[in-house]
């Protein structure tokens, strides 16, 4: 029988991508893409996809899916939460938002798949563990202790999973994943958005020292190791899916601004507050059940990135829509 996948937040970064690759390797499923697209989420993201018949958009938000006609019969073979507020520094500002969504959604999804019996997978982050010392890294045991607002509403989200698991028994597994970079991403992130800077020959805003160290994963990656859960679902099970090398922000910026041949100047602006120094997830529990994560080289996955960039320069026009630029008036007035 034909496959049914619902997609939360597969307008996004990494949800639109994950589409692609399941519409790919399940020809006869049918795919839900739910969204709400808030200033990150675009149906241009889906491409031509949005077209075809076995693919189904539902503009929506997923804090109301119990009350959506329609739906509420539907059993799901999966449904994937990438809905998310997802940029740190607007955390800081807009935390209610981030609660509402990545909280009180997440919950509302739970209930959802509950009456549906539907199994669920919540794509989380290696935020919610916090900062690892050098050579500490964190497994999927490890205690959570978020430092920016978003971190917290994921941890509080893959809190309700996980007592989901335990009091109802239910179907659901969580993901966590490091840093994804790689088309598609909205340009308020580091490595789109210094493309972004660099083209015009601005100055580019690194938070304090720039020795924070992150392990980028390119997102076709991710999704390509994501996608082997799908046969062979992980239920009650926490994985982490991580790259295995780590950069400085300094050196990410050094490998962009060569790739560009550009010479922008850095400019060592004011630290975020409790900017996590270090990121370092283990992967080993998800490799040793589905194999190997198959990780390009950042420098290959940075010149792919760039190359997408400067042939798709209209996604840096959603940098202009009200909601994004009030928040950069208000808040980077002093960066570049
Ligand atoms: P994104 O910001 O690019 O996309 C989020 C999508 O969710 C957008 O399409 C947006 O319109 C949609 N959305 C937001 N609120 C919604 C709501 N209430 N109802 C329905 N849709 C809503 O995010 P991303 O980078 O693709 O991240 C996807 C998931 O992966 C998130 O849960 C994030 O926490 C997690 N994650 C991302 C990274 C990363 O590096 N990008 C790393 C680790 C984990
Ligand atoms: P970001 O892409 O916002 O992801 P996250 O905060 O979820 O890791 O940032 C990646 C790193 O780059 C992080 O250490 C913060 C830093 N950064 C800057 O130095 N300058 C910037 O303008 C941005 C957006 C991020």
């Known amino acids: 029988m034909a496959r049914r996948f619902l997609i939360c937040g597969g307008c996004g970064f990494i949800g639109s991508s994950f589409v692609e690759h399941l519409w790919l390797k399940y020809p006869d499923s049918e795919i839900i893409v739910l969204d709400v697209l808030t200033y990150a989420g675009s149906l241009d993201n889906l491409g031509e996809l949005h077209t075809e018949s076995r693919l189904q958009f539902l503009e929506a938000d997923i804090c109301d899916i119990g009350a959506l006609p329609g739906l509420e019969d539907v059993q799901f073979d999966l449904v994937v939460n990438f809905a998310a507020e997802t940029h740190v520094d607007r955390s800081l500002y807009y935390t209610s938002d981030f609660v509402r969504t990545n909280v009180l959604g997440t919950d509302s999804l739970l209930s959802f798949c509950r009456k549906t019996d539907s199994p669920i997978l919540q794509i989380s982050t290696d935020e919610v563990y916090g900062p690892a010392r050098e050579n500490e890294t964190f497994g999927e045991t490890a205690a959570l202790n978020p430092s ?12 309700l999973v996980m007592a989901a698991i335990k ?18 991403q909205f340009p308020e992130k580091l490595i789109p958005y210094f493309i972004y800077l660099a083209r015009q020959g601005k100055p580019l805003p690194v938070y304090g020292d720039g020795k924070q160290q992150r392990s980028w994963l390119y997102v076709d990656d991710f999704c390509s190791a994501l996608l ?32 560009l041949e550009c010479e922008t100047p850095v400019n060592h602006v004011a630290d975020r507050p409790a900017h996590d120094r270090r990121y370092r997830i283990d992967s080993r529990k998800f490799e040793q059940r589905y194999g190997g994560i198959n990780e390009r080289d950042l420098s290959d996955g940075l010149r792919q990135t760039v190359a997408w960039y400067q042939s798709h320069p209209e996604i840096f026009d959603r940098l202009r829509t009200q909601d994004v630029a009030n928040f950069r008036d208000k808040h980077y007035h002093n960066r570049t």
């Open 228 to 259: 082997r859960v799908v046969d062979d679902f992980p239920t009650g099970e926490i994985l982490n899916i991580g790259a295995t090398r780590e950069y400085t922000n300094l050196e990410v910026v050094r490998q962009l601004t060569t790739i």
């Open 148 to 159: 920016s607002p978003y971190a917290a509403s994921k941890a509080s989200a893959d809190l």
């Open 167 to 184: 009091t109802f028994g239910q179907k659901a597994a969580i993901v966590r994943t490091s840093n994804n970079y790689g088309p598609r």
